[in-house]
Each structure stands twice: as C-alpha cells, then as structure tokens.
C-alpha cells in the first residue's frame, strides 16, 4: 500500500499500487560516509474504467471534480477495491486523460509525504515513509482507451521508519559525529531533529584540505650575534567545505513546529550547520589542533620525514576565519589559517653599515618591523566575537618583544640591538647610546617599525645626559701693535710695532641636554607657580646629583690648571643657562693664563 499525503495531511491512495524501486546512492570519501540520497521510482498502470484516481463522467468539464483519489484505505477493507466506474464507451481516452492530470498536479505539486505499508491489516502503520522531491513523471506510449502504464522519479534525502526515525543514520555520520560516539544511540537511528542537532544537516558532499607553506622573509629572533638560530615562520591553512541538500520543514517537523528562519531548511544552511558541528567536535577550532579527538599530532600530520616540524616548538598563533556562503549553489565553506611560529612574535630587520669623506663617523642603521602574535582565537571578545581569553594580544607581545630586544627601551651594551650592530661593525667601537631612534606603532595589525642609527662617535663625558656638547677654544699671544690713521694716505693706516705679546686664553662651552619632570603639586594652591618655578631652578643641571658631578669633572678636564708649564691663569666670570622646558643647559668659562717659560 501506497499512501501519499499532502502538506495538509490529507491522504491519496494510487490504485492499482505502483511497484516502487528504492536505490540509496550514498556519498563516500577515504574517511567514511558523507550521506547521500535515495532515487526512487514508481511504475504503475492506470486503468480507465477502475482504480484510484477515479473517474466523474459527470464532472469531466471540471479539471477539479473530474477525479477523485479515494482515501487511505477503502471502507470496505485493505483487500478490496474501488468499484467497477461505469463510463460510455467513448469516454474511455478522457477517463485516462483526467487520471493523467490528477496524477501529475499530485506528484508536481501535491505531495509532501509518501508512506509505504502493508496490506494485510486496514490500520496498519507504515513501514517506510518519505518526503519526496518530484523529478519527473512519464506516460508509456499507447492508444490510451484502455489503461496506460506511468513511471514517477522521485528523490529523497532520507527514510524514516514508523517511529521516525532516520533509517540509517550512521550513512550520514562523519568524523565529528558517528556511531559509537557519546550521545549516539546504541543500536537505533536518530530522530531527523537529533540528526540535524548532532551531525549538523544533510550534505551530499564534504571536503577538508590542509596546507603548510613558508613565510618567506620572516624568523624569530633568538643569538643576537648570528643568525644560527634564526627559526623559521610557516602558515597553516585549513578549508572545509561542505555541498548542502534543501529540506522542506514539513520533512521535518511537520506543520506545527516549523522553525522561525526562511533559510534553516535551505541546502545552504545545512551544508552550513554540517561544517560548523564538524568544527566544533574536531576540536580544532583556534590554536590547539593536536587536541583533535583520537587524532594526530603536528609532527605527524604535516611534514613528517619532509620538514619534521616539532609540535613541541611551533605554536599556532594569529587564528583568522573567514567563510564563504554560496546560496544558489548551496555551498558553505570556512578557511582557517594559523601562523606557526616558535614564539608569540616574529620579527624582520635589515643592517646596513655607512661611511663618506664627508664624515668621519661611521654608522650603523637598523631597520626592523615586530609581528606580534596572538593565541586568543579568530572568536575572541577582542576581535568581536563572544570568546574570552586572557592571553596577550598581538600588539602587547609586539611590546614584550621591543623591550626585548632593547633592553627595556634603555638600549645599550645589554640591548640585542645594540650587539647586531657592534657585529655588523666588525672592529669599528660603536657608543652604546643611539645616534636616533624612530619608532612607529600599529596595534591594529600588532606591528612595531623601528629604526635605530649607531655610529661610532666617542661616549659621554657626562652620565645622564641625552645629549651633551663639549667646545675648547684655545686663544694663543699674538703682536701688540698701534693702528696710526693718516690722513690721505692711499695705502691705509700706518701699523707700528710697540713691542710685547697679547695673553693665552681658553674658552670652555657646555651644552646639555636633559630630561626634566613636570611640577605635579596642586594647581588651585594659591602658592603653585612659585613652587613650580622654585622646581624648575632646582632641576639645574649644575643644581643636581651626579650630573653636577659630571659637569665640575669636564671643567676639571679642560682647564689650562692641570696642564704643565702654567705659571698663573684667571677665570673670567662663568654665564650659566638653563631652560626647564626644553630641558637645555649652558654653560661657558674663559681662561687666561700665563705661561712659566
């Protein structure tokens, strides 16, 4: 017995009952099922004086009232039959015809649910039901007066049994979800909403694929001095995509607890709801795919015996996700992609080593650009979406990594920076002390630039300064002369000599620049710029420790007193500067002495 029902469960009985032929094509990759569909085909006869439909000579005006299919089981009994029609003869070609119509407007748009049942009781339940996608329908070639033989394609995505079940879920698990696994049950087939909850939705076709591929031009950073242990960066690229089937919700939920969403039935979203449950139990979902369930390790699943990455050294950092949703041709894919890195920052640079006759210092610039790197997954709060994690973004370990390599921003002997390059000068002595510094911040792509220039120019004589400059002026005797105007004379004056020699003088400048701080006291006290001003005087650099030091032992360096051969010398009035906001500090000193020889 067949039994087709529309979407307002009213019943169509097809008498004679067609045979039915049932094909599962299943789809099947080398990792297991990935569903599949079944094709199924109706044959049957339609007879023009019998059978359901049946035929209303009375009503054949109508296309409506010209058949009528009888119910789901006759009343006389399962066994029986519709009575004999009693038609003229010559209505035996518009008999068939009018069953013709009736069967194509029921499969064509009508049909919803289809039952296949035993006949030996009146009530008894289907054995196999089904919510068919109509394909074709075809009339046998004939005279049409007597009957005329039919064959109806049909395809659905699935058969549920008498319980409703889905018969044979394990043929649409896959490696997220199977048999065996907890929350599948033993023994037994799925309801088609534990289906779509626990495997997603029905696909006919599934693919995953994996790439691994250097990152040209970038390392982690490890010897300042060599490049020996310099590791390499690699992008690890996962795309998962999924070909979906279209459902109608009368399928599955029948006509009272259709879901809110137009689209949730569509082949799109169940390719969707496939790929994002297989994701969700593989595990694999940000930066820990050696946790997939039952599966390998890095070192096992990529490059083994070709590149032998090590699971214990590379970390997957950076997690981005984007996806792609093919509506017409019901397509849903993901592409992940991870930076495998053996730290949470990367970074470039590049050294270059200059010197002219225009200059007699040689320097040394560095130019390099920080990567930072993230494990808070493409999910996370910090890019939008709901995922918490207390990691470091990229941008603050592109920080960590800055103050890393230069020493907490102190540069230096102990700075990384500093030793590249000293090793890039060879035997040139660089200051430890930058010649210039230019940083540049993105923390929108957690990128660092910077560029550092060393050269070669001799170290501070004062401690603490951020930059200091020293001038000598030696002013050695020379002739005491009188200048005499003449009056008309075409040559000039007349130059005499008057005998003796002018003075030895020295002349010191010191110029310094230094960090200074902001007067924090209460800006409403009615005493503040005084104490602010009062402040900023106190922060003269002759004022204070140990750059008062620094300054007493340059004077002390360039004074003629220590040099031997001075008989007496004088010092002309010192003329101090300071600038508290620029932080600019002057001082000058003149010497005159005299010699003992």
Request: charged share 20%; aromatic share 12%.
């Amino acid at each position: 017995m067949i039994t087709i029902y529309d979407k307002n469960e009213v019943a169509y009985v097809i008498r004679p009952c067609p045979l039915i032929n049932i094909t599962w094509n299943g789809n099947f990759d080398e990792d297991g099922p990935r569903g599949g569909k079944y094709d199924i085909v109706l044959t049957g006869t339609l007879l023009d004086n019998g059978g359901s439909p049946v035929f209303n000579y009375a009503g054949r005006q109508n296309p409506d009232t010209a058949t009528t299919f009888i119910s789901q089981y006759y009343p006389a009994g399962a066994y029986s039959k519709p009575p004999q029609q009693t038609n003229p003869e010559y209505s035996e070609l518009n008999s068939i015809l009018a069953k013709q119509v009736a069967l194509r407007k029921l499969f064509s748009k009508d049909c919803a649910r289809i039952e296949v049942a035993s006949v030996e009781f009146s009530n008894t339940e289907p054995v196999i039901k089904f919510y068919p996608k109509f394909i074709s329908l075809n009339f046998g070639e004939g005279l049409w007066i007597n009957k005329c033989d039919y064959t109806i394609t049909l395809e659905a995505q699935f058969l549920l049994s008498n319980n409703d079940k889905v018969i044979g879920s394990e043929s649409y698990a896959n490696r997220a979800f199977k048999p065996g696994d907890p929350g599948w049950p033993e023994n037994t087939d799925l309801t088609i909403q534990d289906f779509l909850d626990k495997v997603g939705g029905f696909i006919e076709d599934f693919q995953e694929t994996w790439a691994i591929e250097t990152e040209d031009g970038n390392g982690n950073t490890f010897d300042p001095y060599t490049t020996e242990n310099i590791t390499r960066i690699y992008r690890l690229t996962r795309n998962i995509t999924a070909k979906g089937k279209n459902i109608s919700a009368y399928q599955c939920f029948g006509t009272q607890n259709l879901q809110q969403d137009p689209n949730y039935y569509k082949a799109h979203q169940q390719a969707r709801r496939y790929v994002v449950n297989y994701i969700s139990n593989t595990g694999i979902t940000g930066n820990h795919w050696d946790d997939y369930p039952a599966g390998p390790s890095l070192e096992q699943y990529f490059g083994s015996g070709i590149i032998n990455l090590s699971a214990a050294m590379y970390g997957g950092y950076n997690h981005s996700r984007s996806e792609n949703i093919d509506v017409s041709q019901g397509t849903y894919s993901v592409q992940d992609t991870w930076i495998l890195s053996s730290g949470n920052s990367y970074e470039n640079y590049s050294l270059s080593l200059n010197s002219s006759e225009s200059n007699p210092r040689n320097t040394v610039s560095i130019n390099g650009t920080i990567k930072g790197l993230t494990s808070i997954p493409a999910s996370g709060s910090v890019f939008g979406g709901n995922a918490t994690s207390n990691t470091n973004t990229a941008y603050e370990n592109a920080i960590n990594k800055y103050r890393g390599i230069t020493n907490n921003g102190n540069f230096g002997v102990l700075a990384h920076v500093f030793k590249r390059a000293q090793n890039a000068a060879g035997g040139i002595t660089l200051n430890e002390v930058p010649l210039s510094v230019a940083l540049g911040t993105n923390e929108f792509t957690g990128e660092i630039t910077y560029t550092i220039d060393y050269d070669d120019r001799p170290k501070k004589l004062i401690d603490g300064v951020v930059a200091e400059n020293i001038n000598v002026s030696d002013t050695y005797p020379g002739d005491v002369f009188a200048i005499i105007p003449v009056i008309g004379r075409p040559t000039g004056p007349v130059l005499q000599y008057i005998g003796g020699r002018t003075e030895y003088q020295r002349a010191l400048s010191i110029e310094l620049i230094v960090n200074t701080t902001s007067y924090t006291g209460n800006q409403d006290a009615p005493d503040y710029a005084e104490k602010k001003n009062r402040q900023n005087l106190l922060q003269k650099p002759s004022l204070v420790s140990p750059l008062r030091e620094g300054i007493i032992d340059a004077i002390n360096a360039y004074t003629p007193a220590r040099e031997p051969g001075i008989r007496k010398y004088f010092v002309s009035p010192p003329q101090e500067t300071w600038d508290p906001k620029e932080g600019r500090y002057t001082l000058n000193i003149t010497w005159t002495y005299e010699l003992s020889y």
